[in-house]
C-alpha cells in the first residue's frame, strides 16, 4: 500500500548548492620542511647513445643523429649501475635529508613513497625502505601513485597528517628507475615494422632518467629548521587523462597536445595558488618546475612570467626524472646557493591525469 505524500512547501525547500569550482586549497601554519636529499645514479647514459641503439630506424626516416637532443634539450640521463637501484637510491636519499634534518630514523612516523617506478606490485616500496631505513615498527607506510606529481602529492598527504596531530616527523620519498621502461621502448622502435608513427609516440619514453629523492617534514615539536611549507593548491584536468598512458612495457604520449594542455592547466593553477597565498611572480624567488625538457619548461615559465633565472633545470643532464623532478630541482638549487633565509620558493609540479600542484616554502 503507498503511503502518504508528503506536500512540503517550495519556499521552504533549499536550492541544490553549485558544487565547487574553485581548486582544492590547503593552508598549514605550523609544518615544517625539515630536510631534503637526493641520489643521483652515477652511470650516464648520453642521448647520443640511446639514438645509436635505434639507428636502423633513424635510417628508415631519414634521421640525423642528434634530432632528439635539438627537440627535447636533453643531451643525458643518469640510470642505476650495478648495485645500485631506485630503492637503495631512496633510502641514500633518505639518509641525507635525515640528516639534515637533525633527526634519527627511529623518529620517523610515516614513511611515504611516492615513485612512478615500482620494482614489485607488493609490498609496498614504502615498506621496503622504511625496513632498510631501519625505522621501528610504529610507524606507518604506504605507496602513493600519481605520475609525476606524486612527490608534491606525499608532501601535501603527510602535512595534513601533521597539521591534524596524527604524526610530528614524515618522510616523504621517490625512488625512479627509466631502464626497465627504456629497454623495452628501445626494442619496440627496433622492430622491423616500427615507422614515424611509433617514433612519435615513443619520443617521449626516450627523455626518461633514472634519481632519488627525499624530504623530512615535521610539527613544531621536531623542528629543527624555519623552512615552513604554507599552503598547496591542486587542479585537475582528467580529461586529458589519455594524452600520456604509460606503464612497465612503454610510454605512448601525444607530446603536442600534452604540451598545450599542461601549460593551460599550469595557468590555471598558479592564479590558484598566487591567491592563496597572496603572492605575486615578483616574490617567487625560485621556482622548482617539473622537468620534462625544453620546450615544457621554457614554454610553462614564459606562460607564468617566471624569469629564467629564477626557473633552474636539471632536464640537460638528468632527463625526465619521474616524481623526483620537483625535489631533486630544489635540493640541487638550494646546494648552489639559490635560497637564503625569507626567500619564497615555489615547488610546481604537473603530472599525467592532467594534475598540477603547486606549493608555497617560506625559507
Same mark, same amino acid.
Given at each position: 500500500?503507498?503511503?502518504?505524500?508528503?506536500?512540503?512547501?517550495?519556499?521552504?525547500?533549499?536550492?541544490?548548492?553549485?558544487?565547487? %569550482?574553485?581548486?582544492?586549497?590547503?593552508?598549514?601554519?605550523?609544518?615544517?620542511?625539515?630536510?631534503?636529499?637526493?641520489?643521483?645514479?652515477?652511470?650516464?647514459?648520453? !642521448?647520443?647513445?640511446?639514438?645509436?641503439?635505434?639507428?636502423?630506424?633513424?635510417?628508415?626516416?631519414?634521421?640525423?643523429?642528434?634530432?632528439?637532443?635539438? *627537440?627535447?634539450?636533453?643531451?643525458?640521463?643518469?640510470?642505476?649501475?650495478?648495485?645500485?637501484?631506485?630503492?637503495?637510491?631512496?633510502?641514500?636519499?633518505?639518509?641525507?635529508?635525515?640528516?639534515?634534518?637533525?633527526?634519527?630514523?627511529?623518529?620517523?612516523?610515516?614513511?611515504?613513497?611516492?615513485?612512478?617506478?615500482?620494482?614489485?606490485?607488493?609490498?609496498?616500496?614504502?615498506?621496503?625502505?622504511?625496513?632498510?631505513?631501519?625505522?621501528?615498527?610504529?610507524?606507518?607506510? @604506504?605507496? +602513493? &601513485?600519481?605520475?609525476?606529481?606524486?612527490?608534491? !602529492?606525499?608532501?601535501?598527504?603527510?602535512?595534513?597528517?601533521?597539521?591534524?596531530?596524527? *604524526?610530528?616527523?614524515?618522510?616523504?620519498?621517490?625512488?625512479?628507475?627509466?631502464?626497465?621502461?627504456?629497454?623495452?621502448?628501445?626494442?619496440?622502435?627496433?622492430?622491423? &615494422?616500427?615507422?614515424?608513427?611509433? @617514433?612519435?609516440?615513443?619520443?617521449?619514453?626516450? !627523455?626518461?632518467?633514472?634519481?632519488?629523492?627525499?624530504?623530512?617534514? %615535521?610539527?613544531?615539536?621536531?623542528?629543527?629548521?624555519?623552512?615552513?611549507?604554507?599552503?598547496?593548491?591542486?587542479?585537475?584536468?582528467?580529461?586529458?587523462?589519455?594524452?600520456?598512458?604509460?606503464? %612497465?612495457?612503454?610510454?605512448? %604520449?601525444?607530446?603536442?597536445?600534452?604540451?598545450?594542455?599542461?601549460?593551460?592547466?599550469?595557468?590555471?593553477?598558479?592564479?590558484?595558488?598566487?591567491?592563496?597565498?597572496?603572492?605575486? +611572480?615578483?616574490?617567487?624567488?625560485?621556482?622548482?618546475?617539473?622537468?620534462?625538457?625544453?620546450?615544457?619548461?621554457?614554454?610553462?615559465?614564459?606562460?607564468?612570467?617566471?624569469?629564467?633565472?629564477?626557473?633552474?633545470?636539471?632536464?640537460?643532464?638528468?632527463?625526465? +626524472?619521474?616524481?623526483?623532478?620537483?625535489?631533486?630541482?630544489? !635540493?640541487?638549487?638550494?646546494?648552489?646557493?639559490?635560497?637564503?633565509?625569507?626567500?619564497?620558493?615555489?615547488?610546481?609540479? +604537473?603530472?599525467?591525469?592532467?594534475?598540477?600542484?603547486?606549493?608555497?616554502?617560506?625559507?
Amino acid at each position: 500500500m503507498a503511503g502518504p505524500s508528503l506536500n512540503v512547501p517550495t519556499d521552504l525547500v533549499a536550492p541544490a548548492s553549485p558544487l565547487p %569550482t574553485r581548486a582544492v586549497r590547503q593552508r598549514w601554519d605550523d609544518v615544517f620542511l625539515g630536510g631534503l636529499g637526493v641520489r643521483v645514479p652515477d652511470v650516464t647514459l648520453s !642521448t647520443a647513445e640511446l639514438e645509436d641503439r635505434i639507428r636502423p630506424l633513424y635510417r628508415k626516416l631519414g634521421f640525423k643523429p642528434g634530432w632528439v637532443e635539438a *627537440v627535447t634539450g636533453i643531451a643525458e640521463r643518469r640510470v642505476w649501475g650495478p648495485g645500485g637501484d631506485a630503492v637503495s637510491g631512496a633510502v641514500q636519499a633518505a639518509h641525507a635529508a635525515l640528516a639534515e634534518a637533525g633527526l634519527p630514523a627511529a623518529s620517523v612516523q610515516v614513511v611515504v613513497s611516492c615513485s612512478v617506478y615500482k620494482p614489485r606490485l607488493e609490498p609496498s616500496m614504502a615498506c621496503e625502505i622504511q625496513g632498510a631505513l631501519g625505522v621501528g615498527p610504529h610507524c606507518l607506510n @604506504f605507496d +602513493i &601513485s600519481n605520475a609525476c606529481l606524486g612527490f608534491v !602529492t606525499g608532501l601535501s598527504v603527510v602535512a595534513n597528517m601533521i597539521a591534524m596531530g596524527q *604524526v610530528d616527523t614524515a618522510l616523504v620519498v621517490s625512488g625512479e628507475d627509466a631502464t626497465p621502461v627504456l629497454d623495452a621502448t628501445i626494442a619496440r622502435l627496433t622492430d622491423p &615494422s616500427a615507422d614515424i608513427h611509433t @617514433f612519435k609516440d615513443n619520443l617521449a619514453t626516450l !627523455t626518461l632518467g633514472s634519481a632519488a629523492a627525499a624530504a623530512v617534514v %615535521t610539527s613544531p615539536r621536531a623542528a629543527r629548521s624555519q623552512h615552513r611549507l604554507l599552503g598547496m593548491t591542486t587542479v585537475s584536468a582528467a580529461e586529458h587523462h589519455g594524452l600520456c598512458t604509460g606503464d %612497465t612495457h612503454g610510454m605512448v %604520449t601525444d607530446s603536442a597536445r600534452l604540451l598545450r594542455e599542461g601549460v593551460a592547466l599550469a595557468g590555471r593553477t598558479w592564479a590558484e595558488f598566487t591567491d592563496l597565498l597572496g603572492w605575486s +611572480i615578483d616574490d617567487v624567488t625560485t621556482a622548482a618546475m617539473h622537468q620534462v625538457g625544453k620546450a615544457h619548461h621554457d614554454t610553462v615559465a614564459r606562460h607564468l612570467g617566471v624569469p629564467a633565472d629564477r626557473a633552474p633545470s636539471v632536464y640537460p643532464w638528468l632527463g625526465n +626524472i619521474g616524481s623526483c623532478g620537483v625535489p631533486v630541482t630544489a !635540493t640541487l638549487a638550494r646546494d648552489q646557493g639559490h635560497f637564503r633565509s625569507g626567500d619564497k620558493v615555489a615547488l610546481m609540479g +604537473i603530472g599525467s591525469g592532467l594534475n598540477c600542484a603547486m606549493a608555497g616554502v617560506a625559507w
